[in-house]
């Protein structure tokens, strides 16, 4: 009954690959994210949907492409992978409503080789 | 820019002693404040947070305090147990009526000495 989980939790490929990394969260949320952390820990906020909506794009590369089929899910796909994309990406979801927190999976570890 | 940041990278504390994890933030129209608590290999997990219109707000074991004035969150824990070792994040929310986007600090080491 895991509330926001992705797939895979480990992805290792290599440079000029294209990858894609699954989320789906039955919280029943209308609003899904998609974070980055760092090798030094720090998270910082790619994109969010709102009901299959994009909403923010934090002048991230065209190479990753989010995509929702429905409220549910927000898979996030990589073009040509670098060695700079190696991070860990969070997906997590949150109500629609203003100023709620926001409930995070466990995170895929991507390594670039 | 606006930015949230934080004081201390790492604090070691001793199991039973309270912590205290500081914040500053730079975005004075911020008016929502998250802490949450990211254990090794896992995502983030809330723990408290509070709204602009309070100045403190406890939970279990944790309290957070906001000042307005100086731009300033702090996170304590009471009675620090060695399940409270882990990276701890401030997070402020600037998205508005556009939906919840949060700004992360630097994040916080708390180890927790026996």
């Known amino acids: 009954d895991t509330a926001v989980s992705q797939t895979p939790k480990y992805l290792v490929t290599q440079m000029g690959n294209d990858k894609s990394i699954k989320c789906e969260q039955n919280?029943?949320?209308?609003?899904m994210y998609w974070y980055k952390q760092d090798s030094k820990k720090f998270l910082k906020i790619m994109f969010s949907?709102?009901?299959?909506?994009?909403?923010i794009n934090e002048t991230v590369p065209n190479r990753f492409s989010p995509k929702s089929p429905d409220k549910a899910h927000l898979n996030l796909h990589i073009n040509s992978l670098e060695l700079g994309d190696s991070a860990v990406y969070f997906c997590?979801?949150?109500?629609?409503?203003?100023?709620?927190?926001?409930?995070f999976g466990q995170g895929t570890r991507l390594t670039v080789v | 820019g606006e930015s949230v940041g934080l004081h201390l990278p790492t604090l070691s504390v001793q199991e039973g002693d309270n912590s205290i994890i500081n914040c500053a933030y730079s975005?004075?129209?911020?008016?929502?404040f998250i802490w949450y608590k990211q254990e090794s290999g896992k995502g983030p997990q809330f723990i408290i947070d509070?709204?602009?219109?309070?100045d403190k707000r406890q939970g279990q074991r944790v309290t957070v305090l906001l000042n307005k004035t100086v731009k300033h969150l702090s996170l304590q824990i009471a009675a620090t147990q060695p399940g409270d070792s882990a990276v701890y994040f401030c997070?402020?929310?600037?998205?508005?009526?556009?939906?919840?986007?949060?700004?992360f600090g630097g994040g916080t080491r708390v180890l927790v000495k026996p």
């Open positions: 997590a979801s949150s109500p629609l409503a203003e100023n709620t927190e926001a409930f």
């Open positions: 919280l029943g949320h209308d609003t």
């Open positions: 949907y709102n009901n299959k909506e994009l909403i």
């Open positions: 975005n004075s129209a911020s008016d929502y």
């Open positions: 509070i709204r602009s219109n309070m």
């Open positions: 997070a402020e929310n600037s998205g508005g009526a556009a939906g919840n986007k949060l700004t």
